[in-house]
């Protein structure tokens, strides 16, 4: 089975930009639906981006969506999430997630989807 770390977390000013990696060991990512989430303290885990095994199709939050980009890349079996223009609310754990499924061009927004999860990798975000 797929095990998945991310990286990438740490502390930025508003505005400022990260990019947060997840890669892969133990199989091909080609063959996975990719997510991410994110959970801040007292709050329920939340869709932030979902995409497609091709990357053709993504999925973005509307609270997200213009200010951050999903991309993969197969061939280094390692996902990406580029965050710019960050907000104190976007501060959380964020967690790559990933499902292994036959449809090429499908996502899932949901976290109740995937069935391999990263440790979480800590977004600060100072005001």
């Known amino acids: 089975q797929v095990q998945l770390v991310e990286s990438g977390g740490g502390w930025v000013q508003t505005g400022g930009s990260l990019r947060l990696s997840c890669a892969a060991s133990?199989?091909?990512?080609?063959?996975?639906?990719m997510g991410w989430f994110r959970q801040a303290p007292g709050k329920e885990r939340e869709s932030v981006a979902a995409?497609?095994?091709?990357?053709?199709?993504?999925y973005y939050a509307e609270s997200v969506k213009g200010r951050f980009a999903f991309s993969r890349d197969n061939a280094k079996n390692t996902v990406y999430l580029q965050m710019n223009s960050l907000k104190p609310e976007d501060a959380a754990v964020y967690y790559c997630?990933?499902?292994?499924?036959?449809?090429?061009?499908?996502?899932?927004?949901?976290?109740?989807?995937?069935?391999?999860w990263g440790q979480g990798t800590q977004v600060t975000v100072s005001s």
């Open positions: 995409i497609s095994r091709t990357g053709t199709n993504a």
């Open positions: 997630a990933g499902k292994r499924s036959v449809f090429r061009d499908v996502y899932f927004s949901s976290p109740n989807e995937y069935n391999y």
């Open positions: 133990g199989d091909t990512l080609d063959g996975y639906i």
